[in-house]
């Protein structure tokens, strides 16, 4: 998408979605259909796994990872890993609930 930068070193699965004016910094892995929203922001060596999603303006800070099918809400920080199966949202990002496998929540 327009204005997104991806820096050195970075590992982007198959059918991820990067958009506008996102930033992922050197040494980060985006797994199968991650996505990451409009400014998000990710530091060096952030690990995100598929079926994952980075909400709007999120920021996720240095040797974080993110597990599968899990959420950061909009404008969330991630100063810790992220759980699987999980939706987080504030900052710093706190999980408010667990994800069923097969419920629809976009």
Do not use: Q, W
Not at 10 to 23: A, D, E, F, P, V
Not at 77 to 104: E, H, M, Q, T
């Amino acid at each position: 998408m327009p204005g997104v930068i991806i820096n050195c070193y970075s590992k982007i699965g198959n059918m991820c979605l990067i958009n506008t004016g996102s930033i992922i910094e050197h040494d980060n892995n985006f797994r199968n259909f991650s996505s990451a929203g409009p400014g998000v922001t990710t530091s060096g060596n952030v690990s995100v796994d598929e079926l994952s999603h980075l909400g709007t303006g999120s920021v996720v800070i240095h040797d974080i990872k993110i597990g599968k099918n899990t959420i950061l809400g909009a404008n969330s920080l991630a100063i810790s890993n992220l759980k699987s199966n999980s939706v987080y949202v504030g900052s710093p990002a706190k999980i408010i609930k667990k994800r069923k496998i097969g419920l629809k929540y976009l």
